[in-house]
């Protein structure tokens, strides 16, 4: 989806791994129309955990009518978006052609390379539920340029842990590889836990971690998660170990290789320079680069205002 609280401002995103820690950063929380949003990446404290740059947690929502999602079209460069819902539905449709009706166990993937445009909305026959997760992945400078994509993966592997198993939706996790398609080393994977069971996952030393909490309740190094929290872990970690409690506890494990490159984030833009992020707003504002999303029936998002240079407070 869109970034739906944009900054005027550019996001300066610095990569910066520690040693194994524990650090807590509760998510920032949004009300859109009544959809509750949590930001958990980026925040001020903690900009990148491997290439993962964003990570929004949306709902749950009770519904009768309308849409809660409903986001027109809207432009992507220089990142991978990685569309998971836990309830409801979403469509996806892109200046590709491509349409992508998911729920719960399917993973949307696009890549956005140079550029693309779609939509994300609720679809007419749903539940009347919705719980997701929005996460982005920012592209390296060898691979942003690469050609727009879209693909849907409706059989992940699952991997099964001591005390649970785990839906891998990117990257590899004990020795498994999820089919969706990557540009760097990363794992991105949607854990269950037994209730009252001691839950092991195997993590790569060399990577960057964290962890949030979505459902139920767990204990990692003594301390009680909340949900709709990102735990950073920082690196060096040769496995985490979680202890649930009674009710069981699903949580989502983020890693990857520290990034490396500062990224420069702004809208639904992942770039290195303010000339970049001009040249696509400029692109998008005059029907340039990406496409037109025909399936949506509505008009397009436009730009919200940029600002090139921070003003000094
Ligand atoms: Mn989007």
């Not at 997760?133 to 409706?154: I, N």
């Not at 735990?231 to 009710?247: K, N, Q, T």
């Not at 989502?252 to 696509?280: D, Q, S």
Request: hydrophobic residues 40%; aromatic residues 6%.
């Amino acid at each position: 989806m869109s970034n739906l609280v944009p900054t005027a401002a550019a996001e300066p995103c610095v990569s910066e791994p520690t040693a194994p820690t524990l650090e807590a950063l509760p998510g920032r929380l949004t009300d859109l129309g009544g959809l509750p949003i949590r930001r958990l990446l980026p925040r001020s404290r903690r900009r990148l955990v491997g290439s993962w740059c964003f990570l929004d947690s949306y709902g749950p929502l009770t519904f009768s009518s309308g849409k809660p999602m409903d986001v027109a079209p809207h432009p992507h460069i220089g990142l991978q978006t990685v569309s998971w819902l836990l309830e409801g539905e979403l469509v996806h449709n892109d200046s590709l052609g491509l349409a992508g009706p998911a729920g719960p166990g399917v993973l949307n993937l696009m890549t956005a390379g140079r550029g693309i445009a779609h939509s994300e909305e609720t679809p007419a026959r749903n539940v009347g539920r919705l719980r997701g997760l929005q996460l982005w992945v920012a592209l390296h400078g060898a691979s942003r340029e690469t050609s727009p994509a879209f693909a849907q993966h409706r059989a992940l592997p699952i991997v099964e842990v001591e005390g649970g198993r785990a839906t891998l939706l990117m990257g590899d996790l004990g020795g498994v590889r999820s089919p969706g398609r990557t540009f760097s080393p990363m794992v991105g994977a949607d854990v269950s836990g037994e209730p009252d069971h001691r839950l092991v996952l195997p993590l790569d030393s060399d990577f960057e971690h964290a962890l949030v909490l979505l459902q139920g309740g767990c204990r990692l190094d003594g301390q009680a998660l909340s949900i709709d929290t990102l735990y950073y872990l920082g690196c060096g970690r040769r496995d985490l170990v979680l202890v649930s409690e009674r009710e069981a506890a699903r949580l989502l494990l983020l890693g990857g290789a520290p990034f490396g490159e500062t990224i420069l984030m702004w809208w639904n833009f992942v770039a290195r320079t303010t000339e970049e992020i001009m040249a696509a707003r400029e692109d998008w504002r005059a029907g340039r680069r990406f496409g037109e999303v025909r399936a949506y029936g509505g008009p397009r998002l436009d730009a919200p205002p940029f600002v090139p240079h921070r003003v000094p407070s």
